[in-house]
């Protein structure tokens, strides 16, 4: 693999936030909001368990907005799509 490519594990996570977050689109057929980039990251559960989150980038025109989602049992979870904005 060069260092060009990405592996397939994160175009399929890409691929799959974006078909559940950021595919909705107004009545020109211009996405509401683009996803720009996406962070892994863990949470403590406490008895040692762990919580997969995702926190994204988000544009929308000219705005940028953050937010944060998990994933549970192969669906994107959150409030509104997107979950909470922070």
């Keep these: 693999m060069s260092s060009q490519q990405r592996p397939p594990a994160v175009d399929d996570t890409k691929h799959h936030i974006v078909q559940s977050l950021f595919s909705r689109v107004d009545d020109s057929g211009t996405a ?3 996803l720009i980039s ?3 990251v863990y949470e403590d559960e406490g008895e040692g368990g ?3 989150r995702y926190l994204m980038l988000a544009g929308k025109l000219i705005s940028v907005v953050f937010f944060n989602a998990d994933k549970s049992h192969q669906v994107w979870e959150g409030s509104d799509a997107q979950g909470e904005t922070e």
């Design 32 to 34: 509401d909001e683009t």
């Design 38 to 40: 996406y962070l892994k």
């Design 50 to 52: 762990q919580k997969t």
